[in-house]
T-cell receptor, first 112, second 115 residues
Framework: DQQVKQNSPSLSVQEGRISILNCDYTNSMFDYFLWYKKYPAEGPTFLISISSIKDKNEDGRFTVFLNKSAKHLSLHIVPSQPGDSAVYFCAASPNAGNMLTFGGGTRLMVKP | NAGVMQNPRHLVRRRGQEARLRCSPMKGHSHVYWYRQLPEEGLKFMVYLQKENIIDESGMPKERFSAEFPKEGPSILRIQQVVRGDSAAYFC?????????????FGPGTRLLVL
């Protein structure tokens, strides 16, 4: 049973446009959410996080939105750049414990 | 390089051999997490360790897998009598205090191939 789902395995966006990556979760015990970016043959790199007490967190070109009632979060990248092309994972942490539960990833391709 | 270090980056083993994967956390971090990524899947939690203690091993297979984080030296993930299904990328992450809502920083991973 997948507790964190990224339903779009891939997304293609034109350079300069907005990229929106989505993530859904089922476990009500999750209260901290993170986005990681991963290039081939490398480890995940932390991008941005959000606590369940917030509904938005922004860091430069990256903004994460959290809708707790819908158990949905999204990552917005504006403007998208070719260097953003990578696999993006959302992850969730429960209010008791430190383990991260990851989604299956979305491959973002930003075309020049 | 102050990041999380893992070695080897690639490891090839034949069925029945042992695999030892090493992880040195970021400087100042004393909490280590191991995750496994099967092809075309997300990362799955295996074990969480603090120096000399296993805190949470709920994601570890019951047999053949063990982990340690000694007082001195790197954390070791050990897989005995490897099988082809163990082929995966194994990632280690670290955090400074093991606190709630603490970001985990990942190493480059060890890619294990079992022939």
């Amino acid at each position: 049973d997948q507790q964190v789902k990224q339903n779009s395995p891939s997304l293609s966006v034109q350079e300069g446009r907005i990229s929106i990556l989505n993530c859904d979760y089922t476990n009500s015990m999750f209260d901290y959410f993170l986005w990681y970016k991963k290039y081939p043959a490398e480890g995940p790199t932390f991008l941005i996080s959000i606590s369940s007490i917030k509904d938005k967190n922004e860091d430069g070109r990256f903004t994460v939105f959290l809708n707790k009632s819908a158990k949905h979060l999204s990552l917005h990248i504006v403007p998208s750049q070719p260097g953003d092309s990578a696999v993006y994972f959302c992850a969730a942490s429960p209010n008791a414990g430190n383990m991260l539960t990851f989604g299956g990833g979305t491959r973002l391709m930003v075309k020049p | 390089n102050a990041g999380v270090m893992q070695n080897p980056r690639h490891l090839v083993r034949r069925r029945g051999q042992e695999a030892r994967l090493r992880c040195s956390p970021m400087k100042g971090h004393s909490h280590v997490y191991w995750y496994r990524q099967l092809p075309e899947e997300g990362l799955k939690f295996m074990v969480y360790l603090q120096k000399e203690n296993i805190i949470d091993e709920s994601g570890m297979p019951k047999e053949r897998f063990s982990a340690e984080f000694p007082k001195e030296g790197p954390s070791i993930l050990r897989i005995q009598q490897v099988v082809r299904g163990d082929s995966a990328a194994y990632f280690c992450a670290s955090s400074p205090f093991g606190g709630r809502r603490e970001t985990q920083y990942f190493g480059p991973g060890t890619r294990l191939l079992v022939l």
